[in-house]
């Protein structure tokens, strides 16, 4: 290989993670921003009340200890305890799910929490934008994705962020969600610089061979099963545990 080639080929891979992160969803100059990426309180009956016991886990726990962070929604939050401690127990996790959560409350939860302060994670577990994904416009929905991303990054820039590709909701292939997850995830894989942030995408591995979602995985055909969850962790395993370094 010729010198010029061999810096050619130096400039190529430095330029790599900056190009890939110029590829994820931002917001044009001037713009107004959709409200998947302004910070928002979630209405309902369920999701205050989980903000509210997660703030007395918070106060009551020694942050430091926490290595591995898991933020996003009731996917989240149900993650079966069988399964998270068999597989995260080991790890000093925490689960700061909410059930009902979108983009946007995930942006007023992390402008509240000890990131990069108390709690500096080592990996940060995100999965986020299922409760958004009734959108049709998928790039709102991404940036909004996006946005938590560069928020994390911001407050904490020492963790690393596994990004899980939202996971596929309804019975079969043809469910208008499904159409809207993957142009979702297709945007949102884009902000991976395999630097700061990956990217995984569980989800194929939650369907059958026809693109079937069953209810044995995901029993009203968006929250995982028992099992559901076995295929999700065995699934992140491998990710988890290089990035963790165990």
Known sequence: MSRAAFLALLAGLAAGPALAQAACPSLPPRANPPPEALPAQVPGPWWQPRVQELDRVLA????SRVRLLFLGDSITQA????????????????????????????????NRLPLGAALKPELVV????????????????????????????????????????VLPRGETAQDP?????????????????????????????LLDGAGNLSD???????????????????????????????
């Open 60 to 63: 009551s726990t020694d942050l």
């Open 79 to 110: 993650w079966f305890p069988l399964i998270f401690q068999q597989f995260y127990g080991m790890r000093a996790a925490l689960n700061l799910g909410v059930g009902t959560d979108t983009t946007q409350g995930l942006l007023w939860r992390l």
């Open 126 to 165: 995100l999965l986020i934008g299922t409760n958004n994904a009734h959108n049709p416009r998928a790039e709102d929905v991404a940036l909004g994705v996006a946005e938590n991303i560069r928020l994390i990054r911001q407050r904490s820039p020492q963790s690393r962020i596994l990004l899980v590709g």
């Open 177 to 205: 969600f499904r159409a809207s997850i993957t142009a979702i995830n297709a945007m949102i894989a884009r902000c991976a610089d395999n630097k700061h942030v990956f990217y995984a995408d569980p989800g194929p591995m």
């Open 216 to 246: 044995q995985i995901a029993y009203d055909r968006l929250h995982p099963t028992m099992v559901g969850y076995a295929i999700l962790s065995t699934a992140l395993e491998p990710q988890i545990r290089t990035l963790l370094g165990k």
